[in-house]
Structures are given as C-alpha cells and as structure tokens.
C-alpha cells in the first residue's frame, strides 16, 4: 500500500543540520516525506525559504530554528506538524502556533538520557570528592596528606536530593538504584508522590531535602517561579560538605549566593550551566579549590543528538501512518516544563 508522503522543511542551523543529519537519517527523511533542495534551511525571510513555506505540510526544527511568527507561518498554508529535534520547543513556538492548533513534538525525553548520565557520574564523582581532590593534586603533588580534608569519601549509605522530577530528574532517580544509597529524596510540588515512591524515593518538601541531603542536584526548568529557587536562605540549610550539582538551567541557582558558601569551603559544587553563562573572566568560582565548572555539555552532542533527530523521525512515521504521537508539546505544558 502506498503511503502518502508530506512535503517537508528543515529548519535548523547549519551546525545541527550537518551534526543531526547523516546519510542513514536523510535517507529515512526521504523515505518518510517529500523533500526540497536545499534539504534545511536557516532564514525563514529569504524569497527561497518562503516558496518552500508555502509548499510545507511538515516542518522538521532543530537549535537555531527561528521564532515561527504570525508573519512567516502566513507564508505556510498547509503546514499542519512541527517535529522538534531537540528539547525545548519555547524558542520558536509562538502563541500562533498554538492558535493554529499544530501538532508540535519534541525530543526532549531523548535530550534527557545524557543529561541524567553526566548526572549520575558528577553524584558519584561528588561522593568520592573526585573532582575536588583532583584539584588539591595539583597544589600538594607528592603529597597526599590531603585526602584527609575532604571528609568521607563514599558513596554507600549517601542521601541524595533532587529537586525536579522532570524528565530528567525521573532518569536520575532510576540511575541512582545502581549505588547503595541510604535514601533518594524528591521535592517536586507538581510530581505525583506515588510515582517517586514507585520510583524508588521518598517526596519531601525542600527544606527537609535540603536538610538532609549529601548531595543536592537540580532538575527544574527556568521559568519566573524557579529562578533563584537555591538562594543564599536554601543554600544554609545544607549540612557542611555538601555538594550541589547543577546539569539545569543556571537561574535555577544564585550564582552570588553560592559564591558566598564556596569560598568560605563549607560547600561544594558541581555546575554544568551558570547565570550568567558563561560566567564571567572575574568570577571566583573559576579558582575555587572545591568548585568544578564543565562547558554545558551534559545534554546531547555528536552522535548523542542523532538520537533526537532520529526521534523526530520517528514521530514523522507516526504523522505519516496516522497514529499518534508519543511526545506531543502543548501551550499549557509549556508553564511548567522547559
């Protein structure tokens, strides 16, 4: 039986169309939709990218994917889906979309797998005091009295806190069955406290996982609400030697505030993102002993982010064969995810 194939469009960066984008995945495109030359495209305001708007039944976005404005969706009658390629779909999904009522998925559950990889080593890198030790080598060299500074290098019996049982704080949670923990704790006022439990945690409130955690990671996506969630009020509560790990969004944490309680080497911290981003040349975090700060590279790159292309595709299939979809994004999901 033959399958009718939708004209599509890919909208994405160059960087992310050559990254996203290899034969194997071209070809299923091809396979699954109509597609134009050029295959992708950047500017939605060339005379070039509009004609090929016009003919468009399926957009396929990606990071660098413009805002998708009343005024270019004019120029796409008969576009009915857009298949995200990536996780947040806040920077191009415009109130028009919604009022057009387009089907809109993401890869975001794809984007989430990495994240909470890089996640479980930095807890378990954090237990050990890894990245910590790996620094005072450097000063002390043949000298190894240091260790003795750092506390209990251990993970069995730790307790570790996440707040945010997003998508990736759930993948969190089920990574961490791998490691003897004493107790996993969640605060999240949106989760379902019986799908932590069955998880494998325990729902608290955040004072009492601030309280009690060894280790405090963050899941929670920047919005108004969640912007300084950890400030200077939360960050006391933690006991002494606890590490935060931020593999989020660097609103979510006071960078002053931690700042503060780095320095002064009752904390320690693990921050794969930062407020601001990157942090500036005269930020003391950088030459903090007890601090580890990574380039934002805990979500998906190289071949990582053909998962999520590959999920798009999937999602296309879906489209295509009539069934429905598995990751579909709506306006009001959008208040409380990223």
């Not at 006022?189 to 439990?197: F, H, I, N």
């Not at 969004?249 to 505030?257: F, I, K």
């Amino acid at each position: 039986m033959n399958v009718r194939r939708p004209r599509a469009l890919l909208v994405m960066d160059p960087a992310s169309f050559a990254e996203q984008f290899h034969e194997p995945q071209l070809r299923r495109l091809s396979e699954l939709a109509e597609v134009g030359d050029p295959v992708s495209i950047a500017d939605l305001d060339t005379p070039e990218a509009r004609r090929a708007l016009r003919a468009a039944e399926v957009l396929v976005t990606s990071w660098g994917c413009p805002p998708l404005t009343a005024e270019r969706l004019a120029d796409a009658p008969h576009l009915r889906a857009v298949f995200h390629c990536a996780g947040s779909v806040r920077g191009f999904a415009t109130d028009e979309v919604w009022r057009r009522g387009l089907l809109v998925t993401s890869a975001a559950g794809e984007n989430a797998i990495p994240v909470a990889e890089f996640t479980l080593a930095a807890i378990i890198l954090a237990g050990k005091k890894a990245p910590f030790l790996a620094q005072d080598a450097r000063r002390h060299r043949e000298n190894w009295p240091y260790l003795a500074h750092r506390g209990e290098l251990s993970n069995r019996g730790r307790t570790v806190g996440v707040v945010g049982f997003s998508r990736v704080g759930r993948r969190v949670v089920d990574l961490l069955r791998v490691l003897e923990l004493g107790e996993v704790l969640v605060a999240d006022p949106y989760a379902d406290a019986d799908e932590v439990r069955a998880a494998g945690a325990r729902p608290v409130a955040l004072p009492e996982l601030l309280a009690r955690c060894d280790v405090l990671t963050l899941h929670v996506p920047a919005l108004p609400a969640t912007r300084h969630l950890i400030g200077a009020a939360e960050l006391a509560l933690l006991r002494d030697g606890a590490t935060v790990i931020n593999t989020a969004r660097g609103s979510v944490l006071d960078t002053a505030a931690l700042e503060r309680e780095c320095a002064a080497g009752r904390i320690d911290a693990i921050l794969d993102v930062t407020d601001p981003e990157p942090l500036p040349a005269g930020s003391p975090l950088y030459d903090l002993p007890n601090v580890m700060l990574t380039p934002h590279v805990a979500g998906s790159l190289g071949s990582e982010t053909r998962r999520l292309s590959e999920s798009a595709l999937d999602e296309l299939d879906r489209y295509v064969s009539g069934r429905p979809p598995r990751a579909a994004v709506t306006a009001d999901d959008l208040t409380v995810t990223a």
